[in-house]
């Protein structure tokens, strides 16, 4: 199974908008709604953001946000903060009943 | 509140077999809800997912890992561990266990144990 593509990294500064993509094919991220998205910090385990594409987990601010169009996937960060510079992974469900993860895509607030 | 915590040796030399155990707290394994998996991440890399367990005993493994890895668990201890053969430097990481929903997203994650794999 082959990893999903993701940028290596973006940036932005306070209060801006940015986006990650999630490529996968139809395999995967467009054969199922089935897309996660985690935080890392550095030196810190995953974070669950985001599941089934568009779903907060309680306590996620609701300035994360997910979307999905055919084989990507979208991670959204609204008003950007300083404490969200992290590294950001995405994961899908596959038709191997496996997950497969993304490269991680390093979020700087410049 | 459920936590996990890996234990397990820091250091495994090479050819030999890491093992890993994740105890699950704060809720049951046996609860048949989810399922529990491992995760590595090369130190400075990304995230790979190594395998997956049911309480059933029932498991999927990635295939790139699978000749290598066996999953097992213990609903008595409420733990599920990883054993993974003919290591190398290769396989050195932080290791990661997790609780995995439907849909097969990760919500609760253990701190994380670094392995070494040296002479």
């Known amino acids: 199974q082959s990893a999903l593509t993701q940028p290596a990294s973006v940036s932005g500064s306070p209060g801006q908008s940015i986006t990650i993509s999630c490529t996968g094919t139809?395999?995967?991220?467009?054969?199922?709604?089935?897309v996660s998205w985690y935080q890392q910090h550095p030196g810190k385990a995953p974070k669950l953001m985001i599941y089934?594409?568009?779903n907060r987990p309680s306590g996620v601010p609701d300035r994360f946000s997910g979307s999905k169009s055919g084989n990507t996937a979208s991670l959204t960060i609204s008003g950007l903060q300083a404490e969200d510079e992290a590294d950001y992974y995405c994961?899908?469900?596959?038709?191997?009943?496996?997950?497969?993860f993304g490269g991680g895509t390093k979020l700087t607030v410049l | 509140q459920v936590q996990l915590q890996e234990s397990g040796p820091g250091l495994v030399k090479p050819s030999q077999t890491l093992s890993l155990t994740c105890t699950v707290s704060?809720?049951?394994?046996?609860?048949?809800?989810?399922?529990w998996s491992w995760i590595r991440q090369p130190p400075g890399k990304g995230l790979e997912w190594i395998g997956y367990?049911?309480?059933?005993?029932?498991?999927y493994y990635n295939p790139s890992l699978k000749s290598r890895v066996t999953i097992s668990v213990d609903t008595s201890k409420n733990q599920f561990s990883l054993k993974l053969s003919s290591v190398t430097a290769a396989d050195t990481a932080v290791y990661y266990c997790?609780?995995?929903?439907?849909?097969?997203?990760?919500?609760?994650w253990g701190q994380g144990t670094l392995v070494t794999v040296s002479s």
């Open positions: 139809s395999s995967d991220v467009g054969g199922y709604n089935y």
């Open positions: 997790a609780r995995v929903k439907i849909g097969l997203s990760h919500d609760y």
């Open positions: 089934e594409v568009s």
């Open positions: 704060g809720g049951s394994i046996s609860s048949g809800d989810y399922y």
């Open positions: 367990i049911y309480y059933s005993g029932s498991t």
């Open positions: 994961s899908s469900y596959t038709s191997s009943s496996t997950p497969v």
